[in-house]
């Protein structure tokens, strides 16, 4: 296996100027809740989830780099295992683990439960809508911040 390497790219956990050993990473798009689980998904005949479940992860690995997330790989289990409902059940946990984690990472009170973000999937759906509320939480901590700006991190 390889060695890998502390990453320098843009957004990544670095010192700040001052040295004072902030971490930072890039804000996250706030999204519509209902239009993410409901409105999109069934226009798009539910394409926009996977893509939606592609840019969180993405944006929640760009926002705290100490997070080992794999957008890719996340939806490709919902992908070539959704039939299994075990294989999406466990990705939806971990998920709302890394939604924990990013609220966390911002200084906020964690409001997301894993197990909810994972349990909700039975009920019409509603964990994508519970995932995008929480997630809203952690942009909120960033009033007035463009997706892809430069943001301190407080944990």
């Known amino acids: 296996m390889a060695d890998v390497q502390p990453s320098t790219a843009p957004g990544a956990n670095v010192q700040s100027p001052s040295g004072a050993g902030q971490l930072s990473g890039l804000a996250m798009k706030r999204r519509g809740p209902v239009a993410v689980w409901l409105g999109l998904t069934l226009i ?8 939606w479940y592609f ?7 760009e926002f705290d780099r100490r997070q ?7 939806v ?3 992908v070539f295992l959704g039939w299994t409902v075990i294989a999406p059940l466990i990705s939806f946990r971990n998920t709302g683990k ?4 990013a609220q966390r ?6 409001t ?5 973000s994972m349990w909700l999937m039975f009920v019409f759906g509603l964990n994508v809508w519970y995932m995008q509320r929480q ?4 942009t909120d901590a960033y009033p007035d911040v463009a997706p892809g700006t430069g943001v301190s991190l407080a944990a």
Do not use: M, R
């Open 112 to 116: 997301c439960s894993p197990a909810t």
């Open 76 to 78: 490709l289990v919902l």
């Open 44 to 51: 798009t005949l539910g394409i926009y989830q996977l893509v």
């Open 55 to 61: 840019k969180i992860h993405k944006e929640l690995q």
């Open 98 to 101: 890394a939604i924990a984690d």
């Open 68 to 74: 080992n997330l794999k957008p890719g790989g996340s």
């Open 105 to 110: 990472a911002a200084g906020l009170p964690v």
């Open 135 to 138: 997630l809203n939480l952690v």
